[in-house]
């Protein structure tokens, strides 16, 4: 007679799968991540309540706006099937997008290049990276914005990097180690 929040939290994660590589434009990028599950305290005991923690991300605003819906959608109607109810919230921490402003891109770009030497300042692909940057710019007066990232790694660990014999571990890696003096001298000089 149970209601079963831990099967149908598996079938709502097994769905939402679906969400990127089904109803997505495939020249369009999103993110629909389940980052953690939380629920139940015994092996032999159904939990009342299972909580999923889940990360959208996509490069507009109507991008992002649709994933939302459709993880609504899919969630609360799974739960409905299996006699469940899901509650669906955003609580601010599915970011925007961070679109840099083209006209101060353009000017700090050429300020790095000045002072860095132009091989040293590159464009980078976008990327997906969850960051509240991109509420920035968006309120009332429009202030324009954009977002730069600062190499960090010891000039011998670049060069390794560079010839292929290493990766670089990202900024969430526990083997992120910055070269604080130059990389902090650098961004202030930039700055």
């Known amino acids: 007679l149970t209601k079963d929040p831990v099967l ?37 005991v159904i939990p009342s309540e299972v909580k999923l923690l889940v990360t959208l991300r996509s490069l507009t605003m109507d991008g992002l706006k649709k994933l939302q819906k459709r993880v609504k959608e899919i969630a609360e109607n799974i739960a409905k099937a299996h006699d469940c109810e899901a509650i669906v919230e955003y609580p601010g921490n ?11 891109w353009d000017f700090a770009k050429k300020v790095g290049s000045d002072m860095l030497g132009e091989e040293n300042v590159s464009d980078l692909d976008a990327v997906m990276g969850g960051e509240d940057f991109g509420r920035y710019g968006r309120v009332e007066p429009k202030i324009p914005t954009f977002l730069f990232w600062l190499g960090a790694s010891k ?6 990097s560079v010839r292929g014999e290493i990766d670089l571990p990202g900024i969430h890696s526990p083997f992120f180690a910055p070269d604080p003096i130059p990389t902090l001298s650098t961004g202030i000089k930039v700055m």
Not at 22 to 31: A, I, W
């Open 8 to 44: 149908t939290s598996a079938q709502i994660i097994t769905n939402l799968q679906s969400v990127i590589s089904r109803e997505l434009d495939p020249l369009d990028s999103g993110v629909v991540s389940i980052s953690a599950i939380q629920g139940g305290q015994a092996a032999n």
């Open 94 to 104: 599915d970011y925007p997008p961070t679109v840099n402003d083209g006209e101060m």
């Open 155 to 160: 000039l011998e660990v670049w060069e390794k």
